[in-house]
Structure formats: C-alpha cells, structure tokens
C-alpha cells in the first residue's frame, strides 16, 4: 500500500479508526454533559446543608460518628455508574447495572448505620438473602438481554 493511501484511508482504514475514535469520544462527552455528576454533587451539598440545619435546631442528635460520610462518597459513585450504566444500555436493567447498583446502597446503608448509630444486628441477615437472590436471578436477568 502506497503511503498515499495510507493517508487517504482509502485501503488501510486509517481514517475509519480515527472517526470511530472521534465518535466515541463525542459519545462520552455527550454522557458527561447529559448527565454529568453536577447535579448529584449539588444534591449533596444540599443534604449535608439540611443535616446542619437540622441539628442546630436540636431535631437531629450529635453526630459522634461523622467519619461515616467518609463511605458515602463511595456509595454515591457507585450509584452513579449504576446509573450511567443503566443509561448506556438503553434503559434496560442488566447485570452491568445490577452490581454498582446494590454496592452503592450498601454504602449508602451502611453510612446511615454507623452516621446515626442504628442498631444493624437485623440488617446482616438482609444482606446474606439479599445477596442469595442476587445470585439467583443473576443467570434469569442475562438471560434476558
């Protein structure tokens, strides 16, 4: 192949690996600005707002244990590739979005445990039956796609 054609693209498919990587990217750009992480870091900003409002004016205890918020920023990143997940695929509920999905709400849940001191002496048996039914519908939902 002669270098002209190796520029032009018209035998070596240069130009059609570069396009499809242009493509991707304006893809990906597109998903960051659809539906960037702005709104959710402004939706946190307003919930730890509301959580000082709420215990200054007494209706909410000290909270001794405010490390916990620590492991909601974990949580709330996997919740929000469960979603960006969920978007790529369509809107379908697939095993891709499955995972992240549920390791977000762990953290989630397990930031409210240890941030307002609950008792979680009932919440591990949820997590081993959550986890069976996890396993369970997990060969039900790829068959599905």
Do not use: C
Request: net charge positive; glycine share 14%.
């Amino acid at each position: 192949m002669s270098d002209q054609n190796k520029l032009d693209g018209t035998q070596g498919g240069y130009t059609s690996r570069r396009e499809e990587r242009i493509e991707r990217r304006a893809e990906r750009r597109a998903d960051r600005q659809a539906g960037g992480l702005g709104w959710f870091a402004g939706l946190v900003l307003i919930a730890i707002g509301v959580l000082y409002l709420l215990h200054d004016y007494g209706v909410l205890p000290t909270l001794t244990n405010w490390w916990a918020l620590f492991l909601l920023l974990p949580g709330l990143g996997t919740l929000s590739a469960a979603i960006g997940a969920y978007r790529r695929n369509g809107g379908q509920w697939t095993m891709e979005v499955t995972g992240p999905f549920i390791g977000g709400l762990l953290f989630v849940g397990m930031t409210a445990v240890f941030l307002f001191e609950l008792n979680y002496s009932w919440l591990w048996p949820l997590f081993l039956i959550a986890a069976g039914l996890l396993l369970l519908a997990a060969p039900v939902i790829a068959r599905s796609r």
